[in-house]
């Protein structure tokens, strides 16, 4: 049988990352995201829906988002979501929570402090994933004439 657990959220901070290290020295930074969704009614008024999400990021990552990330700030994550269950020891009834692990986090929006857009001042560092390698035309061979036409692009 096969599965796939994927989720990309874009929201912003409900609160300032929760930094924390295991006794082996791995980072976790405990973050909560607010992803809103707004649509027209059939009457045609606004409605505007907001779902909190509690995510958990490892390692290096973890360490990024607690030095640059602060509450209000938008971010994107691409993880999995967990479910985490235990028994509540005032009640002792099961409870369990769904909640997503970051695979990999990107900075939104410009650093604070800058003057706006991305082409004044650089900002905070992208976690995670390298970036993929640009894809680049063949050189043309030495009795090519012509480059290569776009018109063989697939998209």
Aim: aromatic share 6%.
């Amino acid at each position: 049988m096969a599965s796939f657990n994927k989720v990309i959220l874009v929201g912003n901070l409900t609160r300032d990352p929760e930094l924390r290290y295991t006794p082996k020295g791995t980072a976790i930074a405990k973050i909560g995201l607010a992803v809103n969704r707004v649509w027209t009614n059939e009457a045609g008024e606004k409605k505007e829906e907001v779902t909190f999400v509690d995510v958990d990021v490892f390692g290096r990552t973890a360490e990024n988002v607690g030095q640059y990330m602060r509450k209000g700030r938008p971010i994107l994550i691409e993880g999995r979501l967990r479910l985490d269950q235990w028994d509540d020891k005032q009640t002792g009834q099961k409870k369990s929570k769904l909640g997503v692990v970051a695979e990999t986090v990107q900075f939104l929006g410009s650093a604070p402090g800058s003057e706006g857009g991305a082409a004044s001042a650089p900002s905070a560092p992208r976690a995670a994933r390298p970036a993929a390698a640009p894809a680049v035309a063949p050189a043309p061979e030495a009795g090519d004439s012509e480059p290569p036409h776009d018109d063989d692009v697939p998209f």
